[in-house]
């Protein structure tokens, strides 16, 4: 049996988080090391920089480690990874620029339980922020690849997405499309958006903001939201009224973790594979906190740092456990047309 003495026993970590394994035992492999017995303790999930330990249903002990030495071995066991291309989606995820209960909260964290603040539009300066990554993703190509816009079922989101990934202003309301966005939107009046030349919008509750308590955090009904962003598509929104926000429970990070969660699932799904996401900072940040765990501290900081307002990061999203076949058109060759012996290797020597 396997105990809290034994594994001590079994592998010292150092403050860097290397792990030493005694030199009676070999890992099974480099990048996972598999003690191979019962557990007869109860063993909580542990993260120690770098290395973290999870009881398996079978009983076993997985030990994820960054690092490893002993017997003679030693390396970095996660300098790079390689997933088949299908597989991933490049992935840009997108905070809504500044609204008025940033500004507020800003200056009075109390704010945020304002109900002056109720589903916060943008500010004039959110606007020119989004304007501001409205002339990036078009110089940088982003937003001609686009195949798909996902977005936050508030105001401000809804504008942020529209404006910045949506077609151009429409002028006088001269426009036979309908409209990603009317004129007048929030309470800093926009010009309509158009929907001309601009991917598919998606909202989905799943990337909301951290639900409760803040009123700056409840949504309309959908209905009002169909009124306003005629071209957005809300079909995923199961009820109209908001049923997710409660004005005397705040979400726990459990839950958002979990709801983060479903939404990679959902993500991962789709047959796109570029794919922008409009969200909230509270949101994003447990997002990514669910990744990273086996890189470097660098590359780590790259994905668990706060977001600005109308920041974009880029991210690759890999769908490592599929167990169907890829619904994305694959880039790869079977080879071996036309068909034949392979020489020299494969031919016959007499």
């Not at 592998?11 to 860097?16: A, H, Y």
């Not at 993260?47 to 030990?63: A, C, D, E, P, V």
């Not at 071209?231 to 990070?253: H, K, M």
């Not at 983060?260 to 570029?274: D, H």
């Amino acid at each position: 049996m396997l105990n809290s003495r034994s594994l001590q026993n079994l592998l010292q970590v150092s403050g860097s988080g290397v792990i030493r394994i005694r030199p009676t035992f070999t890992p099974t492999s480099a990048r996972l090391l598999l003690v191979e017995q019962n557990i007869a303790f109860s063993l909580p999930v542990l993260k120690h920089r770098g290395l973290r330990f999870s009881k398996l249903r079978t009983g076993g002990l997985h030990i994820h480690c960054s690092r490893w030495e002993g017997n003679g071995m030693t390396g970095d066991v996660t300098l790079a990874a390689a997933y088949p291309l299908q597989r991933s989606k490049n992935i840009y995820l997108v905070r809504h620029g500044q609204g008025f209960h940033n500004v507020a909260g800003e200056m009075d964290f109390g704010a945020y339980m304002s109900p002056e603040f109720f589903d916060a539009s943008l500010t004039s300066r959110g606007w020119q922020q989004v304007a501001a990554l409205r002339n990036h993703v078009r110089s940088n190509g982003v937003a001609s690849s686009l195949q798909l816009v996902v977005v936050s079922p508030l105001t401000r989101t809804l504008q942020t997405a529209v404006g910045v990934f949506g077609g151009d202003d429409i002028l006088n309301g001269n426009s036979t499309e309908t409209p990603l966005m009317i004129d007048g939107v929030g309470k800093d009046k926009h010009k309509a958006v158009s929907s001309v030349g601009a991917p598919p919008f998606v909202a989905v509750e799943w990337c909301r903001e951290h639900m409760g308590l803040h009123p700056c955090d409840q949504r309309e009904p959908i209905r009002t939201y169909r009124s306003l962003f005629p071209a957005i598509d809300f079909s995923d929104v199961e009820s109209d009224e908001d049923i997710l926000w409660s004005a005397t429970v705040r979400e726990s990070q459990e839950d958002l973790i979990g709801r983060a969660k479903n939404f990679v699932k959902w993500i991962l799904k789709r047959r796109e594979t570029e794919i922008a996401v409009v969200s909230h900072s509270g949101f994003l940040r447990h997002l990514m906190s669910t990744f990273g765990d086996d890189c470097s501290s660098k590359v780590q900081s790259e994905l668990h740092k706060y977001f600005q307002n109308c920041e974009m990061r880029s991210i690759v999203l890999v769908d490592k456990r599929a167990e169907e076949e890829s619904k994305v058109p694959t880039k790869d060759f079977p080879g071996g047309i036309p068909s034949g012996a392979d020489a020299p290797s494969d031919s016959v020597e007499v």
